[in-house]
């Protein structure tokens, strides 16, 4: 096993900003030694409230999570950000940092902030995220905010490892009430609509009460919040909702099975992907599993009897 750097794992729990870089770096360049110090640190982990923010893409997300960070540094709670772009060519937030406004809390030893955009060579981007919130989480932050571009279907699910989900849309984003409507879209916790000084602001409000009145009645009423996070407005209002469905989910005791179904679902899932991959690379590599793929293509065996068999050789190693 990969020895364990203790002064970086140290630092880290000691919330030293530098070390939490250091760590995720090496979690994002599949360094053996990310994975190691996670794997220890782990136990130090499940002490932070984890916030997802999801929503399409320019609804204003960043500048939200950047005012809700003023907010809570000006309560003395330290914050880490995680930013996950997949479709962005840029690595190391260059230019994330620039969109969360990384100038304003850039010299803050209470607040960090890091984007990801680069699948590491071996883990899948998920994977790496997910490394990467449990180091924020070991190191101590009292708020961890999850940032994901998409609607519904995202390849990237490191949002379900959020304690409470955020849905930010702005006037206009009829194609996320679509996706709400027809269940492509889970429903999630707060939805904030952002930019609300536009014309359209009522009308899509209207719209989101009218789609949430048509799914179950839940004990907890997804509030709708107004915001115009540049200006800062709306924010205190949403850090009092995240605050109410923490202590919600936390007196109904479903934090800790959200939790335990989250942790669940991420393992299954990093097991999928590791399978998937080591299947994919076996077709290449492997004379056997070639050799059952030419006899399904010489109709001598049928893909489901294939399917099997080459299960069966993998899990029975
Ligand atoms: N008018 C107005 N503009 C806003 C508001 N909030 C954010 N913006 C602007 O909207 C643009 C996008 O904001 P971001 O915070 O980068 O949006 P995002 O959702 O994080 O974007 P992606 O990460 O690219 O998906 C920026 O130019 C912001 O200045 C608001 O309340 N009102
Ligand atoms: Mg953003």
Do not use: C
Not at 6 to 21: C, D, P
Not at 23 to 43: M, N, Q, T
Not at 178 to 205: F, R
């Amino acid at each position: 096993m990969t020895e364990v750097d203790q002064t970086l794992a140290e630092r880290l729990v000691n919330g030293e900003k530098r070390a939490l870089a250091r760590a995720i770096s090496l979690v994002e360049d599949d360094d053996p030694e990310g994975w190691a110090l996670v794997r220890e640190l782990y136990p130090r982990t499940g002490n932070a409230f984890i916030v997802g923010f999801t929503g399409p893409p320019g609804v204003g997300k960043s500048t939200l999570m950047g005012a809700l960070t003023k907010l809570e540094r000006e309560r003395d709670r330290t914050v880490a950000v995680l930013s996950i772009d997949p479709s962005s060519p840029f690595t190391r937030g260059a230019l994330l940092g620039d969109r969360i406004r990384l100038s304003d809390h850039f010299l803050d030893p209470g607040v960090y902030i890091r984007s990801m955009a680069t699948r590491g060579a071996l883990g899948g981007l998920s994977e790496a995220a997910l490394q990467a919130a449990l180091l924020m989480d070991a190191s101590g932050r009292d708020l961890v905010m999850l940032e994901t571009v998409g609607v519904g279907q995202a390849e990237v699910d490191i949002i379900d490892h959020a304690d409470t989900v955020v849905l930010v849309l702005m006037p206009g984003s009829g194609d996320s009430i679509q996706a709400l409507k027809a269940g492509v879209m889970e429903i999630p916790d707060v939805i904030v609509v952002n930019k609300a000084d536009h014309p359209l602001t009522d009308t899509m409000v209207r719209e989101i009460k009218g789609v949430l009145a048509l799914g179950p009645k839940q004990d907890w009423e997804v509030p709708i919040i107004r915001a115009e996070s540049v200006r800062g407005e709306g924010v205190a209002e949403l850090a009092e909702k995240l605050a109410a469905h923490r202590e919600h989910i936390a007196a109904e005791g479903t934090l800790s099975e959200r939790r335990r179904r989250n942790l669940m679902n991420e393992v299954l899932a990093i097991a999928t992907f590791r399978m998937r991959r080591e299947l994919e690379a076996s077709v290449g590599e492997d004379p056997e599993v070639r050799e059952l793929l030419d006899r399904v293509v010489a109709r001598e065996l049928d893909p489901a009897s294939a399917a099997t068999r080459i299960l069966e050789a993998r899990i029975g190693q």
